[in-house]
């Protein structure tokens, strides 16, 4: 009796059910019928099932491609992987933490373990681009088995082969900084691969152009006047009246112009007053967003011109209207005027830093580390040391400038336990506090601020400290690597 | 062992359990907080009446008892506790054990007792130190006849009702092959419930589980694996019931193992006091890592709780074995205790049986240390590892899950199923799906090479482990 025989008789009979097709105890299976007859189907069915068991699992025909990828950062120590692992399957970590993760990944040049990745899938998925290659080859695999390869490249190793093939945000400040040297080169690659893309693509690398944008880029920009998407029709506007030197033709600034009302005051010397009269159908609640969204797409300049008068002049004029002086705030800081927002915030609208956050998150796009922290100086300093206890407020400057604030603000509020202190027993303050205070601490004070919430309960800094103690190693780990 | 927040967040019932604990990591609520300084601490936690809360830890294996009404186990006042050694921030006073704590601790089965009483043998109240005599009661010959013959009647009759059992189970199986097994899988649940039950009254405890999961097991596989699948565990029930036939009828000189494990197989089961007193049991003291701890619950509503281990030592014993615990899912308790990595130095008394595998903890040496050291695994390709599971087949037939230890492995996709096949592509070509389960936790590992692995194989499908990588350990976890 062999395996062949028992799978040829007995499997079928078994199968089919001995009631309608009796085991034919024929050949080598005559032995079965011999032996016990009354047991025979159940000895066939005994000895057919450990033929099967004996049976060797074959690999399939064939096994997908694997990717090949060339991750040199260094990888998050492995002290620090359960504590990661820990804080973001914590259920109330807030999104600032997450962020802040994700920044300190991006800066160092660290990745996390690529096992850990399946238990940080959440995050990976959210924050991949500051995570390395791996990472972002985790968050763009498809269950699908025919998930197509992909390439996948670090910022600093992209080239004008390359660039197509890295995420959006790479792509767009790839060309933003490939303009600088040779904007018509930046624009031809920006156009060969222009038709393939969606439309937030082409909004993202549409705003890279802005950076040395000439008289050369008007035919490409003309020929995206019948684009689908509205936004890329109005950002092309915008360009092309500031390249024509006709900004007032901008339906942006039409729409701003519309809204503002002009009127001169005082006796003896006649001032210029400005006021921004919202529509009526814009709610109170609904006023911040408005202003953002209007002025979001014009300049001080271009406003300045429009209304004939110098840019401090216009911000002279718009000092008793709260609402106007944060539009201007908000187009000085999308222009990169520091000069402009610090004659703002320090002049009539002392609390910027609160006003702007209740716009949403501000964008401060390819300006550099040292100038966002220059930014957020100039809205703190009216403060002194006395910064708002409102939790949005820091979560929105901690948005805004993708890393910790400046040592400005947290200097006084470290060194005395005063702050802190009234802010748990005034604003009852949790952990999630305590998170976003670690979560913005600069690098140089975090010592000092780890020696605070040592103090504290338990409870309440469950979630800092181990914030800190994985930001402390990334630093270690970055620092080591440069 | 050095109690860790992994082994708080392993033994945690749930989540709610572990905030409710968290709150409670104020040096305000615990009163009294106290170690003996070898493996034992205890406190006192304010709740909100007026008496504490009396809480105790043992170290060594996690053990916990809690004075509190809760019906979760650990409960947020012991998970608390552990989570303050854990933590390192609160001073434990090294105090006299009190009588409270003593008294839990020689109450205590698990592996720690012995090491833990031994431990405080010094202070313990002992009968003998009062200096009386005890008297001797001298035995009743009369007395223990009778109750030897009681108990050998009782044995007969279960005998008799398990082989009437049996023959039910012949014909029931008669039964399906008759209507034929490629459609069995769909019907499987109501028809394997109801022969379990009968089963159950004959008193065939062990073939009673086994059928009664078997519509879950098929069900787990691949819709056109599943009537092959049928085939085979419906014949494996019948080779145990002919061989357990053969037993009772002095038929067969099965070896004394194999013996074991048919008995074991068919329901008699062997208690942990029994095995303990038995001078014939393969016992070995060694040094042993946990590979792997597994939760599963079963149809009865229990628990059942593997840690499988792997002997770091070298000496002539088994290389695996598996420490099988169970507790009612009510409990909310999900772990042994026991974290993959943990190394422990301890005596196993194995089960009898032709594949020694199942073990218990008959001594413990030292608490369970946690370790980041690799696993010498010997150099078995994949090929050889699967040959191992074929002999043990070979040894006893109706085996369900063998573990397996191999090196130089690749883990391999096709579409959006992983295989582990040997990396050198001479090797005769042999693939063990992982399961399903798996995919996402093992898909980083398909960009090594070369894997060094233990993996548990069910016969369709390969548990994955433990994993050494250049990028260090992997486990399932």
Not at chain 1, 320 to 329: H, M, P
Not at chain 2, 37 to 48: D, K, N, P, V
Not at chain 2, 58 to 77: L, M, N, Q, W
Not at chain 2, 93 to 120: I, K, Q
Request: aromatic share 6%; proline share 5%; net charge neutral.
């Amino acid at each position: 009796m062999n395996i062949t025989t028992l799978k040829t008789h007995a499997l079928p009979a078994l199968l089919a059910g001995t009631g309608r097709q009796p085991l034919s105890f024929a050949g080598d299976l005559v032995e079965l019928a011999s032996g016990d007859a009354a047991n025979a189907a159940l000895n066939a069915l005994s000895l057919t099932a450990q033929a099967l068991r004996f049976e060797r699992p074959l690999p399939p025909e064939t096994f997908n491609a694997e990717p090949e990828i060339h991750d040199d950062r260094h990888i998050l120590p492995d002290p620090m992987r359960r504590p990661l692992i820990r804080l973001l399957k914590e259920k109330r970590t807030s999104d600032d933490l997450e962020l802040a993760l994700a920044w300190a990944f991006g800066r160092s040049k660290v990745r996390p373990h690529p096992f850990d990745l399946p238990r940080i899938d959440a995050f990976v998925r959210a924050h991949a681009e500051h995570l390395g290659l791996t990472a972002q080859h985790w968050a763009a695999r498809e269950n699908d088995s025919t998930a197509q390869t992909q390439s996948y490249f670090e910022a600093e190793a992209l080239d004008e082969t390359t660039w197509a093939k890295a995420s959006l945000a790479q792509r767009a400040n790839f060309i933003a900084d490939r303009r600088k040297e040779d904007a018509a080169a930046a624009r031809a690659l920006v156009e060969a691969i222009w038709a393939q893309e969606n439309a937030e693509a082409r909004v993202r690398l549409l705003m890279a152009l802005e950076t040395g944008l000439n008289v050369s880029d008007q035919p490409f920009l003309e020929g995206l006047a019948k684009d689908r998407a509205p936004r890329v029709r109005s950002l092309a506007q915008r360009f092309l009246a500031r390249i024509t030197g006709n900004a007032a033709e901008s339906p942006a600034l039409k729409a701003c112009l519309e809204r503002i009302r002009r009127s001169t005051t005082g006796l003896l010397k006649k001032r210029t007053t400005l006021a921004l009269e919202l529509p009526a159908t814009v709610k109170e609640h609904e006023a911040k967003g408005w202003i953002r969204k209007t002025f979001g797409e014009v300049s001080c300049d271009e406003l300045a011109r429009a209304l004939e008068l110098t840019e401090s002049a216009l911000i002279e004029a718009a000092a008793k209207d709260e609402n106007l002086l944060l539009a201007l705030a908000l187009m000085a800081t999308q222009d990169r005027r520091l000069d402009l927002l610090e004659e703002i915030a320090g002049g009539q609208l002392k609390d910027a830093w609160e006003q702007l956050g209740r716009c949403g998150v501000q964008d401060l796009g390819l300006m550099p580390v040292e100038e966002r922290l220059r930014w957020a100086e100039i809205l703190i300093r009216p403060y002194s040391a006395k910064p708002p206890a409102s939790y949005s407020a820091w979560s929105w400057l901690h948005r805004s400038l993708e890393g910790p604030v400046p040592e400005l603000l947290m200097e006084p509020i470290i060194r005395s336990s005063r702050w802190i202190t009234g802010l748990l027993e005034e604003q009852k303050a949790g952990s999630e506090w305590m998170e976003l205070l670690a979560a913005v601490c600069p690098i140089s004070l975090r010592p000092l601020l780890r020696t605070q919430l040592e103090s504290l309960d338990a409870p309440l800094t469950m979630t800092a400290l181990p914030l800190l103690d994985i930001l402390e190693s990334l630093k270690k780990v970055g620092h080591h690597e440069q | 062992m050095a109690l860790s927040h992994n082994n708080v967040e392993a033994l945690a019932p749930d989540q709610s359990s572990l905030d409710a604990a968290r709150k409670l990591l104020k040096a305000a609520s615990w009163p009294a907080l106290a170690s003996n300084g070898t493996g034992l601490i205890w406190g006192e936690c304010q709740g909100s009446g007026s008496t504490p809360y009396r809480v105790v830890v043992s170290e060594v294996d996690a053990g916990y008892k809690c004075s509190c009404p809760s019906r979760k186990f650990p409960c947020k006042h012991s998970l608390a506790l552990m989570w303050l050694r854990a933590d390192g921030k609160l001073t434990f006073a090294v105090a006299t054990v009190p009588a409270w704590v003593n008294d839990w601790v020689s109450r205590r089965r698990g592996p720690s007792a012995a090491s833990s009483a031994s431990a405080e043998n010094g202070s313990k109240a002992s009968i003998k130190a009062t200096g009386s005599a005890i008297p001797e009661i001298k035995p009743d010959p009369k007395a223990e006849a009778r109750s030897a013959a009681a108990r050998e009647r009782n044995s007969r009759e279960r005998e008799d009702a398990v082989l009437a059992g049996l023959d039910d189970l012949d014909l029931w199986i008669s039964d399906q092959l008759d209507r034929g097994l490629a459609g069995f899988a769909a019907q499987s649940g109501p028809v394997c419930r109801v022969i379990a039950q009968r089963l159950v009254d004959a008193k065939a405890s062990g073939l009673a589980a086994r059928l009664e999961g078997l519509p879950a097991r098929l069900f787990s596989l691949p819709e056109a694996v599943r009537p092959a699948a049928a085939i085979q565990e419906l014949g494996l029930i019948h080779l145990l019931v002919a061989a357990y036939r053969r037993l009772n009828e002095g038929q067969d000189a099965l070896p004394s193992g194999l013996k074991a494990d048919v008995r074991q197989a068919i329901g008699w089961a062997l208690t942990r006091e029994s095995l303990l007193a038995d001078p014939d049991a393969t016992r070995t003291r060694a040094r042993w890592r946990v590979v792997a701890a597994l939760s599963e619950v079963q149809a009865d509503r229990l628990r059942r709780l593997e840690t499988w281990l792997w002997r770091e030592t070298e000496q002539e014993a088994p290389r695996f074995a598996v420490l099988i615990d169970f507790v009612p899912v009510a409990t909310g308790a999900a772990s042994s205790g026991y974290s993959v990595g943990d190394r422990i130095d301890a005596e196993l008394v194995f089960y009898p049986s032709a594949l020694p595998l199942r073990a218990q903890i008959a001594q413990s040496f030292s608490g369970a240390e946690s370790s980041e050291d690799a696993l010498a695994l010997p150099d078995r390709r994949l090929q050889d590892a699967y040959q191992s599971y074929e002999r043990a087949m070979i040894r006893q037939p109706w085996l369900d899950v063998w573990p397996v230890s191999m090196t130089g492995a690749r883990l391999r996709r096709h579409g959006s199923q992983l295989f582990l096949c040997d990396s050198d592509e001479a090797s005769a070509p042999i693939a063990l799906a992982l399961k399903s389960a798996q995919y996402s936790l093992a898909t980083p590992l398909l960009s090594f090479a070369k894997l060094d692995a233990i993996g548990l194989w069910d016969g369709y499908y390969l548990n994955l482990c433990w994993v050494q990588t250049e990028l260090g350990r992997w486990v399932n976890v």
